[in-house]
C-alpha cells in the first residue's frame, strides 16, 4: 500500500527487491538507509512489510512499532502494524490500529478488508462483515477480500453467500488452493446441517 511518493532512492530499488521477492536484500537496503537516518519512516515500514511477507511477525512488530513511533500519522505504518497484530491473533491492538489507518487513509479496500477481519475475530461480527462487504464493493476482484468475506460467512452458517464468494475467487484464480479448501468446506457443512434438520423433523 502507498500513500506517499517514496522519497530515497534505496527506498525505491528496496521496494523493487521487495516486489521480485527479494526481502532480504530490500530489508539490507533499509538498514544502510537507518545508517544514516535513523528517523526515516519510509525505511521501517519497508522493513517491517518485508519481514511481514517472510512471516516473521515479532522482527516486523519491531520496525513497524519504530515506524508509527516516528511518524504516528502515516496510514502504512498503522496499517501494517495492524496487520501483524491480526496475523498473530492480538485482534484488539489490531483493529486500534487499523482503525486510525482507515482514518487517516479512508475507503482503501486492503486497510478495509485487514480492519473488517479483525473486528469480526473480536467479537464485532456484525461490523467486521459491513467492512468486507464495503471494501468488496471497493476491489470486487479481490482475492483476498472474497476469501476473507467468504471464511465468515462460512462461520456464520450463510452457506450460499459463502459459495458464492469463492466461486468467484476460482473464476478469477482458478488455482486458488484457499478457496478450493473452503468451497469443500462449505459444501461438507451444508450436507452436515442437512442431515442434522432432517433428524429433527
Known amino acids: 500500500m502507498t ?4 522519497t530515497h532512492p534505496l ?8 516486489n521480485e521477492g527479494k526481502h532480504l536484500e530490500a530489508i539490507g537496503l533499509c538498514e544502510r538507509i ?3 537516518d535513523l528517523a526515516c519512516t519510509e525505511a521501517y515500514e519497508e522493513i517491517g512489510d518485508n519481514y511481514l511477507s517472510l512471516r516473521k511477525y515479532d522482527k516486523a512488530e519491531k520496525a513497524l512499532k519504530q515506524a508509527v513511533k516516528h511518524n504516528t500519522q502515516s496510514a502504512n505504518a498503522n496499517y ?5 497484530y491480526s496475523c498473530t491473533g492480538a485482534w484488539d491492538k489490531s483493529v486500534g490500529l487499523l482503525e486510525k489507518a482507515d482514518t487517516l487513509y479512508p475507503n482503501h479496500p486492503e486497510i478495509l478488508r485487514c480492519l473488517g477481519w479483525s473486528m469480526f475475530h473480536c467479537g464485532q ?3 467486521g462483515v459491513i467492512l468486507l462487504e464495503r471494501s468488496l464493493f471497493l476491489a470486487p476482484n479481490d ?3 472474497l476469501n476473507d468475506l467468504g471464511v465468515c460467512y462460512l462461520n456464520e452458517k450463510e452457506f450460499d453467500r459463502s ?3 469463492f466461486k468467484k475467487t476460482l473464476q478469477i484464480e482458478p488455482d486458488n488452493a484457499k478457496a478450493k479448501e473452503c468451497l469443500n468446506a ?16
Not at 500513500?3 to 517514496?6: R, V, Y
Not at 527506498?11 to 521487495?18: L, P, R, S, T, V
Not at 501494517?80 to 501483524?84: P, Q, R, T
Open 143 to 145: 482475492p483476498l477480500i
Open 80 to 84: 501494517l502494524l495492524g496487520f501483524v
Open 34 to 36: 537507518l545508517a544514516d
Open 3 to 6: 500513500e506517499e511518493t517514496k
Open 163 to 165: 459459495a458464492q464468494l
Open 125 to 127: 461480527k456484525k461490523r
Open 186 to 201: 462449505v459444501r461438507f457443512f451444508e450436507r452436515e446441517f442437512d442431515k442434522l434438520k432432517k433428524k429433527k423433523k
Open 11 to 18: 527506498i525505491e530499488e528496496a521496494d523493487k527487491k521487495k
